[in-house]
């Protein structure tokens, strides 16, 4: 069965302070990995599409990387506005099209 | 600006009425989703369509019911034999390929049961 685990639920970060998330995933022939940032009450926001492992991507303060069996999203030097939850998701051919499956999240805070 | 509309943002339901939440895009994409989202859980899939006139069951389907008479609109029903509708709601949108795609998300539609 298809499946993605995040980890930590939830982290706590001064200012500056480097970090990592974590996306364990189990996929039959990955399409797709996806990160998407969500603030509280509002729909998530994308930020990268991984396909193969060793691919990297960066965006401002933020840089995913993926292997074959988990993602990492490294933050560095985060600002108290990277404060938010981090989604990760899932697409491979047994899902269907465009069916993805989801981790629960890690919610990020970033304290001044 | 091109995007999703979600409407209203928060509703609330009496037990065993029905409520139907809009979902409009004028993204120009094929594809529109429905998702649940829950406290501590990820997302899941309610209904999709990839097509007008055409969708299918997700992973959590029972309860709910959805159209797709246009391309721009995918609206969601909230029957009253949901057992617990109690939610978030996100609508999305992507374009149809066999590829990976890119979902674009509405703000959301809070549904609370009282």
């Known amino acids: 069965e298809d499946q993605v685990t995040q980890s930590p639920e939830a982290l706590r970060l001064q200012e500056g302070e480097s970090s990592s998330l974590n996306c364990s995933y189990t996929?039959?022939?990955?399409?797709?990995l996806f990160w998407y940032r969500q603030d509280p009450g509002k729909g998530p926001e994308f930020l990268f599409t991984?396909?193969?492992a060793g691919e990297e991507k960066e965006k401002e303060r933020l840089k995913a990387t993926l292997t074959k069996k988990e993602s990492f999203l490294h933050i560095t030097a985060p600002k108290p506005e990277d404060s938010a939850t981090y989604l990760c998701?899932?697409?491979?051919?047994?899902?269907?099209?465009?069916?993805?499956?989801f981790g629960q999240g890690t919610r990020l805070t970033i304290n001044p | 600006d091109g995007g999703i509309t979600q409407s209203p943002k928060y509703l609330f339901r009496k037990e065993g009425q029905n409520v139907t939440l809009s979902c409009e895009q004028n993204?120009?994409?094929?594809?529109m989703y429905w998702y649940r989202q829950d406290p501590g859980q990820g997302l899941r899939l309610i209904y999709y369509?990839?097509?007008?006139?055409?969708?299918q069951k997700g992973d959590i389907a029972e309860g709910y019911s959805v159209s797709r008479e246009k391309k721009e609109s995918f609206p969601l029903t909230v029957t009253s034999a949901q057992k617990n509708p109690t939610a978030f709601y996100l609508c999305?949108?992507?374009?149809?390929?066999?590829?990976?795609?890119?979902?674009?998300f509405g703000a959301g539609s809070r549904l609370t049961v009282l």
């Open positions: 999305a949108s992507s374009m149809r390929s066999s590829g990976a795609n890119v979902l674009t």
């Open positions: 996929v039959s022939g990955l399409r797709g």
């Open positions: 991984l396909y193969s």
């Open positions: 998701a899932v697409q491979g051919p047994s899902l269907g099209a465009q069916k993805l499956v």
């Open positions: 993204l120009n994409h094929d594809a």
């Open positions: 369509s990839q097509i007008v006139n055409d969708f």
